[in-house]
């Protein structure tokens, strides 16, 4: 049992916190706070969340797993566009999700595009890497449900090469999971995605002071 309930909150999301792991400085713990799970799932939500369903809130680690399961499924190793999943773990707030920290080049935690943006730090090499993240993102399997500034970090990889990851947002979360039935139509959501993120990205950029110019697809 780990205890984090006295524990610095590193990062939060919509639903969950991350926290350091206090046995590995290279990797994070995401736990689903207990607010979340009481709005989402509790008395009052909606119908379609089935309070009672097999895997109640933990839905969403079974969606990441299933996005981790489908690139290496194709073969070759892992895509360096996807955050990597470590395993799970428990902890004094409930199951938590282990993933490989994504760390700047030196050291600290990798920023997100937005904060990027908001720096004036997106210049022409950062972009040619966002512009790859995209393709790669777009060309691969996985689902994702949620692409946006905040959940994209720039990090340096065990090659030395600086790239850019999702750390957040993959699966399906319809009731019917299209995506996952039809390869084009997730190929299609997901440009989609990536032509609305150029946009959030662009007028970052512009609130910065900076050329509203983003990457190419």
Sequence with gaps: M????????????????VY?????????IKVIRASAI?????RGSPWYKFKR????HLISYLREVREQIAVHAIGGP????????????????GMGLVVEAVRAADGSSAPTVAAL??????????LAALDRF???????????????????????????????VLIDGIGHKNLIPLERMSARL?????????????????ARRSASGQSATVVNR
């Design 78 to 93: 892992h895509p360096r566009f996807l955050q990597k999943i470590v395993g799970f773990v428990e902890t004094d707030m």
């Design 117 to 126: 943006a908001a720096e004036g730090a997106l210049d022409e090499v950062r």
């Design 2 to 17: 780990i205890r984090l309930k006295d524990a610095e909150i590193i990062a939060a999301g919509h639903t969950r916190d």
């Design 53 to 56: 369903r097999r895997y109640a």
């Design 186 to 202: 997730n190929r299609w959501s997901k440009v989609r995605k990536g032509d609305r993120f150029r946009q959030m990205v662009a």
């Design 20 to 28: 350091r792991h206090p046995d590995d400085a290279s990797l994070l």
């Design 134 to 164: 995209l393709d790669e993102m777009v060309n691969s399997p996985v689902i994702v449900a949620d692409l946006n500034p905040f959940n994209v970090v720039y990090g340096r990889g065990a090659d030395g090469v600086d790239h850019f």
């Design 38 to 42: 009481a709005t989402r799932y509790g």
